[in-house]
Structures are given as structure tokens and as C-alpha cells.
């Protein structure tokens, strides 16, 4: 199965897993949520694995200058329409490896999913 990295290619997160799959010869794709878009179906996707509260960044400054109706009553509904309309809510990155996805980056996590 294919591993495919979701980000944008500025975030430092995921220039760091991208540094750390080239260094250790592991083949993925860069899917960049600015370049090659986002939509419902793999988000929704995503979220049959995880938690919402995992995938939304509410600790970024796209989360920080919402409307403060925006992030009120947050739920699982509210987050994925945030989510679509402004992908750089989704924490990054979102790593897809054999039917499973990880978010963020820990090299100890890399080191047992590749190992």
C-alpha cells in the first residue's frame, strides 16, 4: 500500500517527517491540501480511525482568528465544515500507512510503524 503524507509543504511538521521517510528511504506521496485540495470523503475517511478532536488544530493561528461563533459549540459536524473550508485546521500531518492514519510526528512513532 502506498504511504501517503497530507499537509502543506511550508508547515515545519511536515517538512520533518518528510526529511525523516527521505532519510530512511521510505517511497510516499505528498498530498499538499493547498495544491491538490480536500474534500468530505477523506475526511470523513480519516475520521473512521480517529477522533475529530485529533484532526482539528485548535492550537493554530487559522483556529485563533476564527469568529468566536465559529469555534463555539464545536462538534464533529461543525469541525468537518471548518475542516473543508479551511484545511489548514487539519493538524498536520495526517499519514496514511496500510489502512491506518497517524497525526503529527514523533520519529519513536516512525520507528514503529516502519520498522
Not at 521510505?26 to 478532536?53: P, S, T
Request: charged share 30%; aromatic share 12%.
Amino acid at each position: 500500500m502506498t504511504v501517503i503524507v497530507y499537509g502543506i509543504k511550508n508547515c515545519d511538521t511536515v517538512k520533518k517527517v518528510r526529511k525523516w521517510l527521505d532519510e530512511n528511504s521510505i517511497d510516499y506521496q505528498f498530498h499538499d491540501f493547498r495544491i491538490d485540495g480536500i474534500d468530505r470523503k477523506l475526511i470523513e475517511k480519516w475520521l473512521q480511525r480517529l477522533d475529530w478532536n485529533v484532526l482539528l488544530n485548535t492550537s493554530g493561528t487559522t483556529w485563533r482568528k476564527l469568529p468566536e461563533q465559529d469555534r463555539q459549540g464545536i462538534n464533529k459536524s461543525k469541525a468537518i465544515k471548518l475542516m473543508l473550508a479551511q484545511p489548514t485546521l487539519i493538524k498536520r500531518p495526517v499519514l496514511s500507512n496500510d489502512g491506518q492514519f497517524y497525526v503529527g510526528f514523533k520519529a519513536k512513532q516512525y520507528e514503529s510503524i516502519f520498522k
